[in-house]
């Protein structure tokens, strides 16, 4: 599925639309050069789930861990990753294996390491703005982009080429 984002404004509701989607829980992939909006729709993810304050990345703690009511959200930033097996020293296995939302920046880092996703999201800079392209890789992620694509908010960010894909 590929979405249009001409502006920060549609990527937060596109990341909100897009946590609705998730119902708090599975793992959710994000790629893309820096500046292309990776933690933009994880504020709007965490929007979608409550979240009313500030959105940072955790670039150097590797994890920011969220308590939204009983849903348990970990957002992780593997940019300054130096090897995969940190992720063992800071109890990554016990956060993926939770039943959470585990929303992950930069996972090609983690590479071997990371459970599988259940949705991959590539984000991509683009002359009208940002453009993001999913990928299901489980049932939950495929039953997220149908989601995405019945969502009548959405229609408008969803390219013609998705719309008309059976």
């Given at each position: 599925?590929?979405?249009?984002?001409?502006?920060?404004?549609?990527?937060?509701?596109?990341?909100?639309r897009l946590g609705k989607a998730l119902e708090g829980r599975g793992r959710i992939y994000l790629e893309?050069?820096?500046?292309?909006g990776k933690t933009t729709l994880t504020r709007g993810i965490l929007r979608a789930l409550g979240h009313?304050?500030?959105?940072?990345?955790?670039?150097?703690?590797?994890?920011?861990?969220?308590?939204?009511?009983?849903?348990?959200?970990?957002?992780?930033?593997?940019?300054?990753?130096?090897?995969?097996?940190?992720?063992?020293?800071?109890?990554?296995?016990?956060?993926?294996?939770?039943?959470?939302?585990?929303?992950?920046?930069?996972?090609?880092?983690?590479?071997?390491?990371?459970?599988?996703?259940?949705?991959?999201?590539?984000?991509?800079?683009?002359?009208?703005?940002?453009?993001?392209?999913?990928?299901?890789?489980?049932?939950?992620?495929?039953?997220?982009?149908?989601?995405?694509?019945?969502?009548?908010?959405?229609?408008?960010?969803?390219?013609?080429?998705?719309?008309?894909?059976?």
């Amino acid at each position: 599925m590929r979405i249009r984002l001409v502006d920060e404004e549609r990527q937060v509701v596109f990341g909100q639309r897009l946590g609705k989607a998730l119902e708090g829980r599975g793992r959710i992939y994000l790629e893309g050069e820096l500046g292309a909006g990776k933690t933009t729709l994880t504020r709007g993810i965490l929007r979608a789930l409550g979240h009313a304050g500030a959105v940072k990345s955790p670039t150097y703690t590797l994890v920011e861990p969220y308590e939204l009511g009983e849903r348990q959200v970990y957002h992780f930033d593997l940019y300054r990753l130096g090897d995969p097996e940190e992720l063992e020293f800071i109890g990554g296995r016990d956060l993926f294996a939770a039943d959470a939302l585990c929303i992950v920046e930069w996972p090609s880092r983690g590479e071997g390491w990371l459970p599988p996703p259940d949705v991959a999201v590539v984000l991509s800079l683009c002359e009208s703005g940002r453009e993001a392209l999913l990928e299901a890789h489980t049932e939950h992620g495929r039953t997220v982009l149908h989601t995405l694509a019945r969502d009548a908010d959405m229609a408008d960010m969803i390219s013609n080429e998705e719309r008309e894909t059976p």
